[in-house]
């Protein structure tokens, strides 16, 4: 059975450098049978979480909007990268709220004392890609801490992640091979089949 890659692009503009680097890496996780399963973001109808703590109860959301349809995927693909930009020193908004929605799986896991991960299959990997228009210090930090949370959350290895800066007008980083390198090979790993 092929491997499953969840891709989430989490950029607001098509084929930026972000995406750019999720292409190249999905691109590569095919090559090696993967079957992936990819996102627009910013195309969902996607709310930000409420905090009503109704997925205490048996960990669900009782929001109605798209993330419904991002639940199965974050709960079940064998691997998952996350592609987003760095907007004002941190993840823009629309990937911060899929994250933020994730509280039905801390509830599942922290509340309810359900465990999530399978029982069979893979190791799960996660993955994150991730461009800056700046070389600050500390421009990838927040956004870092914010994904291996999410991984956390998910029962996901991290398997590493590419942030380039200084790429800002789309198309940047196709100037820079070592990322394209670097992105293709997460996603080789992320598409490559791994014992159960």
């Not at 760095?86 to 896991?109: E, H, N, T």
């Amino acid at each position: 059975m092929a491997i499953t890659v969840l891709a989430l692009a989490g950029s607001p503009r098509r084929n930026g450098n972000s995406e750019t680097l999720l292409g190249w890496c999905l691109d590569a996780a095919r090559a090696e049978g993967a079957e992936v399963v990819e996102f627009r973001l910013c195309d969902l109808d996607l709310r930000g979480c409420r905090a009503c703590d109704a997925c205490f109860k048996d960990g669900t959301c009782i929001q109605k909007d798209d993330m419904h349809l991002l639940y199965p995927h974050l709960r079940d693909a064998d691997s998952i990268v996350l592609a987003s930009p760095i907007y004002s020193m941190g993840m823009p908004g629309v990937p911060k709220i899929v994250v933020d929605r994730c509280q039905p799986f801390w509830a599942l896991k922290y509340i309810l004392k359900q465990p999530l991960a399978r029982t069979e299959g893979p190791e799960r990997l996660g993955a994150f890609l991730c461009c800056s228009g700046t070389d600050l210090p500390e421009v990838f930090s927040g956004s870092r801490r914010v994904v291996r949370y999410l991984w956390h959350v998910l029962g996901v290895t991290p398997a590493g992640e590419v942030l380039v800066p200084k790429v800002d007008e789309k198309g940047e980083v196709l100037a820079h091979p070592e990322a394209r390198a670097a992105a293709e090979d997460l996603g080789r790993r992320l598409g490559r089949q791994r014992d159960t």
